[in-house]
Nanobody
């Protein structure tokens, strides 16, 4: 059974930085794409960044140039580096591992538990 464990959230001042981590158990790491979502109170969950198994990254316009997705194969961990944080970045951030082709009985996606990021003076 696969479990994604998130960490790295916290409270920072505007302009500060945080690095979120999402560690995966099991053997899915190299075969699944990764996405990062966020959800602020009263809003829908928003896709903010992602990386395919081929290493192609994409970012929503509001975070381009500030957020970076990376993957550490040795540690089975993906990261979201967040720089120049703004108050509007405040949200619960979730990682997701997913695949578009199902080759066995395992689930097609897994979600982390979420980690709170608060940007405030």
């Amino acid at each position: 059974q696969v479990q994604l464990v998130e960490s790295g959230g916290g409270v920072v001042q505007p302009g500060g930085s945080l690095r979120l981590s999402c560690a995966a158990s099991g053997s899915i790491f190299r075969l699944y794409n990764i996405d990062w979502y966020r959800q602020a109170p009263g809003t829908q969950r928003e896709l903010v960044a992602g990386m395919t198994t081929g290493g192609i990254t994409n970012y929503v316009d509001s975070v381009k140039g500030r957020f970076t997705v990376s993957r550490d194969y040795a540690k089975n961990t993906v990261y979201l580096q967040m720089n120049s944080l703004k108050p509007e970045d405040t949200a619960v951030y979730y990682c997701k591992f997913y695949r578009t082709i199902r080759w066995d009985a395992a689930p097609n996606e897994y979600w982390g538990q979420g980690t709170q990021v608060t940007v405030s003076s």
